[in-house]
């Protein structure tokens, strides 16, 4: 894979309405957010557009350099500085309620200041298309996944999609939930504000914008990689909730709430994708809570109803390892016996 590199911008100053608008988080990202910045600033486009980044109150050097560089890119960078942090104030949803009412694009970029983007074409590419198909809501691409603390020469690029296509509702309602990098994202500003209630009831903002363009359009993907999402950054909302164990079986149960409400909203006209998706969060959730219930050798809670297949599942894998390891003469035999029948 060969890393693009990150190069010095000229300064300059957006002297027009923007046709984009990049709508960034930072929290205490002071060793990511110059090289985020810089990437979005080297945009290489036929048209003007503004970067809106909302720093969530860090505590580090964050908006320190955010005001260096709103400094020395009037117009272009504008900082929006919070005293408080609030990222789990559930009335509020950052980019939608605070960004967007400044911002003047008609479509809506989207990078958080620990990612970045890797290619100067990617605004253009994704404007050109979605000027030229005004069907389709939303336009996405491959990023690569950046494990921190490794080799970027190692980075994945995810989806693996082979060709440029499209997704529906229903794959993106099935697979939406980290199927693509947030950074890739480009959404018709028509397709993103003002969406029904029911999709407020937690704040997932990529897993929701996903399906709410969706249901406005056609998205479309592009293979081409464009963009770098970096996995393990402290403070990131992965280290937070999804790692934790007893959180991330909070957040499964109210995800399936939330996919209930949308589908209710909509009137099951979706109904068999929403029902495989929270069919799915179920699964997740029981199994997480068997292995902390495993981890805590609690053996009343092994003993409930909900874990007996899971128990049955761990029972029979472990026989067949005492097996392998003291019986694989007799393991040999079997399989001679079924072969040759």
């Known amino acids: 894979m060969t890393v693009n590199p990150i190069i010095n911008c000229p300064e300059g ?15 205490n990202h002071e060793d990511y957010i110059a090289r985020a910045l810089e990437s979005m600033l080297c945009q290489q486009t036929d048209f ?69 983007w890797t290619d100067p074409h990617k605004l253009q590419r994704q404007v050109d298309f979605l000027r030229s198909h005004p069907d389709y809501s939303m336009c996405v691409h491959a990023a690569y996944k950046h494990i921190v603390g490794t080799d970027e020469a190692e980075d ?7 060709e440029d296509r499209d997704y529906d509702a229903e794959e993106i309602i099935r697979r939406g939930a980290g199927l693509f990098a947030t950074n890739s994202f480009m959404v018709r500003k028509s397709a993103y ?35 770098r999402h970096n996995e393990g950054v402290k403070d990131s909302w992965t280290v937070r909730i999804w790692r934790d164990p007893a959180k991330h079986v909070t957040h499964q149960k109210e995800m399936i709430a939330l996919l209930e409400g949308i589908d209710r909203h909509y009137e099951g006209k979706y109904h068999a994708a929403f029902a495989d998706a929270e069919k799915e969060r179920a699964k997740d959730a029981l199994e997480t809570e068997y292995q902390i219930a495993l981890k805590a050798g609690d053996r009343a809670a092994l003993k409930q109803p909900r ?35």
Request: proline residues 7%.
């Open 307 to 341: 874990f007996r297949e899971l128990v049955k599942r761990d029972r029979k894998i472990a026989f067949h390892k005492m097996l392998n390891e003291h019986f694989s003469w007799l393991v040999k035999l079997k399989h001679t016996i079924i072969k040759d029948h």
């Open 193 to 227: 504000v003002d969406p029904p209630k029911c999709f407020s009831m937690l704040d997932v903002g990529d897993y929701t914008l996903l399906m709410y363009a969706a249901f406005n359009g056609m998205i479309r993907y592009l293979k081409q990689p464009m963009s």
């Open 48 to 116: 003007p557009y503004e970067i809106l980044v909302h720093d969530d109150a860090s505590t580090d050097r964050t908006a320190e350099i955010l005001r260096d560089y709103e400094t020395r890119y009037p117009g272009k960078i504008r900082g929006y500085y919070e005293t408080e942090n609030q990222f789990y104030n559930p009335d509020v949803n950052i980019i939608r309620d605070l960004l967007i009412p400044i911002s003047s694009g008609e479509y809506i970029a989207f990078c958080e200041c620990d990612d970045s």
């Open 156 to 162: 994945e690029v995810y989806p693996p999609e082979p």
């Open 13 to 27: 100053v957006l002297d027009m309405p923007a046709l984009v608008t990049v709508a960034c988080l930072a929290y």
